[in-house]
């Protein structure tokens, strides 16, 4: 299992997706997977039943998760701050995609479905998460100011023979 972290905006989605065609292993988007389960998005999930709420749903998902077959699992930002979820991630190869708040924001600033940006403390959350990003990485990756396909090579390089074989 192969797991990307980071502040939203680091590039998880795109890198994963990228990486899961590179290394012949599935792509997994832990929020949308909570979202098909939920049948909401997860805007509505924070809005409906609040944070807390979700981040309980998001921990029983990614344990889920990291219990099934080989795949490339990019998690939410806010992932890493339950305890429990990180110390499940201590199984697995994690690669933490940096990005400076500042280039983050200007990524998804005008992203309407993610309820972080409506937070006053943003810029706190980033940077009390860091620590718990460090904590859990195997691999640290700096996404600032970089294509995402480089983003990926590094990662495979960064892997080398934890990488599975490509089947098929």
Do not use: W
Request: charged share 25%.
């Amino acid at each position: 299992m192969i797991v990307l972290v980071g502040f939203m905006g680091a590039g998880k989605t795109t890198v994963g997706r990228l990486l899961s065609g590179q290394l012949g292993l599935p792509f997994i988007d832990a929020d949308a997977v909570i979202e098909e389960r939920a049948g909401h998005p997860v805007s509505k999930i924070f809005a409906d039943h609040g944070e807390q709420a979700f981040r309980a749903a998001e921990h029983e998902t990614i344990a889920g998760l990291l219990n099934g077959p080989p795949a490339v699992l990019a998690l939410g930002g806010g992932a890493v701050e339950d305890a429990r979820t990180r110390r499940l991630l201590l199984a697995a190869d994690v690669v933490y995609l940096h990005v400076r708040y500042d280039g983050a924001v200007a990524r998804v600033g005008g992203d309407d479905g993610r309820p972080m940006l409506r937070r006053p403390d943003l810029p706190t959350v980033y940077a009390d998460r860091l620590a718990a990003y460090e904590a859990v990485a195997t691999h640290t990756v700096s996404t600032d100011g970089r294509e995402p396909a480089d983003v990926c090579r590094d990662i495979v390089g960064r892997l080398g023979s934890a990488v599975p074989p490509r089947t098929g």
